[in-house]
């Protein structure tokens, strides 16, 4: 198994995470480490440009940019600190699938570059390739095994691009400025309405006590409709573990923030197994918005209550930074139709149903969402490890 920086291997997921397609838990342990730390003035753009100053001093330094708010502000911010200390610009990386109009966010891409007047800019074009069992992800699959997230082979294009260099991020804005245990109560206060039933519900399983909570979580998630291959065991396996990691959340905003890096999703995924890939070219792989100092100083900046939406952070942290309409905008791009292509409807038609463990996976039922129109990226590390049993390896 190869090591790397952390002295780890890639993480073997376990048979429920494929399964449900999901890695739930946390690892507070992660809140001692995870980058440059910032005292209690440090503002979070004075933070953002820590995290980022390592990066910007390896060239090439290429930024993951979809155009989305957060690897613009990620962009914005790289540029404005690069000509500020005579450093060569950052440059944006931009995965494009042409004849895909829900990924298409080439009028937001041309309206932040333009402003931040940057001539370099990388586009690498993919049809079938970034599919789920395409050719950029087989070669992983068959190196390291099903990995945490499946669309981690995605990254192997920028990596590349990047080698000898440094490849930068915006991920975890959403889950930084997303909605948390205290926004039905904030929301609550700003309408100083009681007249919705449904608010004040939201709101009172809030505050209630811990056993309350557990049963009110409990109650909703098993009202929602389970993944349709999942057998009757691992789908209350899968509640468990999400009211398990809902009842860890603090109620204060601030504290609820900083337990974002200590996710097991995002330690696995990014600070482990994807820095581990970035090892092997040979890059330097940055997430400034999770690393520590940044994250800290949001929190302070936020308080307890922390801000009423995303729209109303980013414009008061990053509002010097870049037009108001990108910071404000509502819509998103969406990538699931790249991910089952040809090469997995291939794969499906043929498949026996083996491979998958049917103490946790209704075989057919699994069959039937592969096959759909928009199939559940949940199902995505079952579909990679039924082809990898296909060729003779296990998971």
Not at 186 to 198: E, I, Y
Not at 237 to 247: I, K, R, S
Request: proline share 7%.
């Amino acid at each position: 198994m190869l090591a790397g920086r952390s002295g780890l291997g890639f993480y073997a997921l376990k048979p429920l995470e494929i399964a449900t397609g999901w890695v739930s838990g946390y690892d507070r342990s992660a809140l001692d480490g995870g980058g440059p730390r910032s005292d209690s003035t440090t503002s979070p753009v004075e933070a953002l440009e820590r995290a980022l100053r390592p990066a910007l001093c390896r060239p090439p330094c290429l930024v993951r940019f979809s155009g989305g708010r957060d690897s613009s502000v990620v962009l914005a911010a790289a540029a404005t600190l690069a000509r500020r200390e005579g450093l060569d610009d950052p440059v944006p990386l931009t995965q494009v699938f042409p004849g895909d109009r829900d990924a298409d966010e080439a009028a937001w891409q041309e309206l932040v570059l333009r402003h931040l007047g940057l001539q370099e800019w990388i586009r690498q074009r993919f049809s079938a390739e970034l599919d789920v069992l395409g050719p950029v992800a087989r070669p992983l699959l068959l190196r390291h095994g099903v990995l945490w997230p499946a669309r981690i082979y995605g990254q192997m294009p920028m990596l590349e691009a990047a080698r000898g260099g440094s490849l930068v991020s915006g991920e975890g804005g959403d889950e930084l400025f997303g909605p948390w245990r205290l926004t039905p109560i904030a929301a609550l206060g700003q309408t100083r309405s009681l007249g919705d039933r449904r608010a004040r519900h939201l709101a009172a399983g809030a505050v209630a006590p811990r056993p309350v909570r557990s049963i009110l979580l409990r109650r909703w998630l098993t009202q929602q409709p389970a993944p349709p291959w999942l057998r009757a065991p691992a789908w209350r396996a899968a509640v468990d573990g999400a009211v398990a990691d809902a009842l860890e959340e603090p109620l204060r905003w601030d504290r609820a923030v900083a337990l974002v890096p200590a996710r097991r999703a995002v330690r696995i995924g990014l600070f482990r197994n994807l820095r581990l890939l970035a090892d092997e070219a040979g890059v330097l792989d940055a997430h400034p918005l999770l690393e520590s100092g940044f994250v800290a100083a949001v929190g302070r900046l936020g308080g307890w209550r922390g801000f009423p939406t995303k729209t109303d952070a980013l414009r008061r942290l990053f509002g010097h930074l870049l037009p108001d309409a990108v910071l404000a905008r509502a819509d998103k791009a969406l990538f699931n139709a790249t991910a089952v292509q040809s090469h997995s409807r291939e794969f499906v038609e043929g498949w026996d149903g083996t491979g998958v463990d049917p103490e946790l996976v209704d075989a057919e039922a699994l069959r039937y969402e592969w096959v759909s129109d928009g199939p559940d990226a949940r199902s995505l590390l079952l579909l990679q490890q039924a082809w990898l049993a296909s060729n003779g390896v296990g998971a």
